[in-house]
């Protein structure tokens, strides 16, 4: 049985958090005009740091049998994204995070609470 997309949202924010991402946010884009039901966001600390949390995710995700669609970003690293058709996961730097400011774009979306410690 496959995971619902708010469980993969949920378990690709704690492969995040695992490899010291910070700023975890997951947005429920139901109602959006967008094809994700979930956006994840997250923060690294470089460029380097961003590539290896996506590195991390793509091996742990991938292990579940869960595909990835599309990835765009992962050569330069500041903001990485990828597409598993029901979850969009945004990795950026800081600068690139504060800059580009998707949780005031997408504002009217809803925040997944998210208690790390709970995880599996």
């Not at 997408?106 to 790390?116: F, M, N, R, S, T």
């Amino acid at each position: 049985m496959t995971d619902s997309p708010k469980d993969l949202a949920l378990k690709i924010s704690k492969v995040i958090d695992d490899k010291k991402g910070k700023d975890i946010k997951i947005l429920d884009m139901t109602g959006f005009p967008t094809l994700a039901e979930y956006f994840v966001i997250a923060t690294g600390s470089s460029s380097r740091h961003t590539t290896a949390i996506a590195d991390e995710i793509i091996k742990k995700i991938t292990s579940k049998n869960v595909s990835i669609r599309h990835k765009e970003g992962y050569n330069k690293g500041k903001w990485i994204l990828l597409d598993y058709l029901n979850v969009v996961v945004h990795l950026f730097t800081e600068e690139e995070r504060e800059f580009y400011d998707l949780e005031r774009i997408w504002k009217g979306a809803k925040y997944v609470e998210l208690d790390i410690d709970t995880l599996q």
